[in-house]
Every structure is written in structure tokens, then in C-alpha cells.
């Protein structure tokens, strides 16, 4: 399946359950645009209620992950006198859209590996934060890139992940300078889970996913959705009744019992998502 500024491609290994996807705008660094926005709000929109699809990979096509917002775009629809750009309200429900695209991210039961090389700066940067595993390439350059161009540097999520991963103090410093952050720090900082070289990022990103696979379907989505209630959860309490709750609907599956069989008999198990 492909489409103007998304390429997406089932992995070769096992058809189906796995969807790379690829910011294709080289010539503009993957730069947000209207189309691309529209692309992503759709493709993860469909990944809700997606039993096939087991995990997402995100990356970027040519030298970059995402420069962020397309300014050439926007200054040729400003120009133009487009409404878009007309007042308040239009210029919410325009920024509404592009905040879509990671609610969608989280919403979405799949696991999201980005994998990040160049520079992620502003709504690339926000991307690669609303991804569950983020790998970086040693190019890998991050920035919350809005405060350097007059607006502030809480947007489209960035405000919100970026203390949950490497802490206040750090993302303060990020987020009031708008300095970048290089592979190297991103890794002491807890924000990418390993530095590899550019050409390797494909290759490092099979091993989280062959065992992510090996984990029964309900089981993965159910930890995900956990994960993100549990950030959130007001006490121990609540974490644990959700944790309580996802063991109890595992425990009713027939992948439990084979997860349980396959460990036993000391073999990969053999889902049948039922």
C-alpha cells in the first residue's frame, strides 16, 4: 500500500502482522504538510480496530526522521489568504488536527517503534514521543523546535511526554531553549532505548520486534493500554485494578494455555488471538 507521503509495507518475515511505516518526503525532510497530516490521522485512525496488525515501526525515508511542521506550506496557504489561516477558530481546528495524530498513536493497541535518525525537530520530534520504544541512529538530532520560531514549546503532546521520559528538570532545559539533543545524551537520558549506527536501524529494531511476536496477541495490547491508564493513575490502587483486570481477561483466553504449554515444553508458542 502506498500513498503520496506515507509508504507503508508489511515486514517480509511474516506477513501481516507487522506494518513499517515510512514518513516519505525526503525532498522536504518529511516535513509535516497537509497530505501527510491527513495520512497519519487515517492510517492510525484504522489501526484501532485492527486485529492483524501486531506492531508499527515509524521512520523516516532519506537523511531525516521529520523537520516538523511544513513552514513552506503554511506560508503559501498564509499568502494565498487561505481561511485555514483566517482567525482563532480556524487556526484551532487546523492545530486540533495535527494533535490528532499522536492521541491516535496512544489510542492505537499496537505497539510503535520509531526509529529515529537525523533530526526530529518539532512535530518530529512529538512523534518520535508518542512511540512506545524509540531508537536512535547516531545522527539523531531532537528538538522541541516551536519555541525557536515564536510559539511555545508545549505542542502536540511534547509537554506531556517528554517529563513522563526523562524527567522535569531535563525537559525544562529542552523545551525553554529549544536546544537539540543528540543521540548520545538521548540515550543517559532514558529517551531512546539504544544508539545504533544510521544503517542499522532496520536490523535493531527485529529483535524487540521477534519478541514482542512471541507475546500472546490480547496480552500485548492489554500491557500497552496499561501502560499509558497507569502513567496517569491517580493511586497504586487504581494501576493494580487494571493490572488485576487485564490478567483476568488473558487468563479466559485459549493463549494462555498455550503460552503456558509452550513455555513448558520449552518451544515458541503458537497464537491463535483466541
Not at 10 to 18: H, I, M, Q, T, W
Not at 73 to 88: D, F, I, K, M, V
Not at 102 to 131: E, K, T
Amino acid at each position: 500500500m502506498k500513498n503520496t507521503n506515507v509508504e507503508i509495507r508489511n515486514a517480509d518475515r511474516r506477513e501481516g502482522l507487522v506494518d513499517w511505516v515510512t514518513l516519505n518526503r525526503p525532498n522536504d525532510l518529511n516535513s509535516l504538510n497537509q497530505t501527510l497530516v491527513d495520512e497519519l490521522l487515517d492510517y492510525f485512525q484504522q489501526r484501532y480496530f485492527d486485529r492483524e496488525t501486531r506492531i508499527v515501526v515509524l521512520r523516516g525515508a532519506g537523511r531525516c526522521f521529520s523537520a516538523g511542521l511544513d513552514l513552506k506550506e503554511s506560508g503559501r496557504r498564509r499568502n494565498a489568504g487561505e481561511a485555514l489561516q483566517s482567525g482563532p477558530a480556524a487556526g484551532l481546528h487546523s492545530q486540533r488536527r495535527i494533535s490528532e495524530i499522536v492521541m491516535r498513536m496512544r489510542r492505537a493497541p499496537q505497539p510503535i517503534i520509531s526509529l529515529v535518525h537525523g533530526p526530529a525537530c518539532g512535530g518530529g520530534f512529538a512523534l518520535a514521543l508518542a512511540s512506545d520504544i524509540r531508537i536512535a541512529g547516531e545522527s539523531a538530532r531532537m528538538n522541541a523546535a516551536f519555541i525557536r520560531i515564536g510559539l511555545s514549546a508545549c505542542d502536540i503532546g511534547v509537554s506531556y511526554f517528554l517529563p513522563r521520559l526523562v524527567g522535569t528538570s531535563v525537559a525544562s532545559e529542552l523545551m525553554l531553549t529549544g536546544r537539540f539533543i543528540n543521540a548520545e545524551r538521548a540515550l543517559r537520558t532514558g529517551l531512546v532505548s539504544e544508539v545504533v549506527p544510521d544503517a542499522k536501524l532496520a536490523d535493531a529494531a527485529r529483535p524487540y520486534i521477534e519478541e514482542m511476536l512471541t507475546t500472546s496477541p490480547l496480552g500485548l495490547r492489554l500491557t500497552k493500554e496499561c501502560l499509558n491508564m497507569s502513567t496517569d493513575a491517580p493511586s497504586l490502587e487504581a494501576a493494580v485494578a487494571m493490572e488485576d483486570r487485564n490478567q483476568i481477561l488473558c487468563s479466559q483466553t485459549n493463549d494462555v494455555r498455550e503460552g503456558m504449554l509452550a513455555f513448558l515444553e520449552k518451544r515458541k508458542p503458537v497464537y491463535t488471538n483466541s
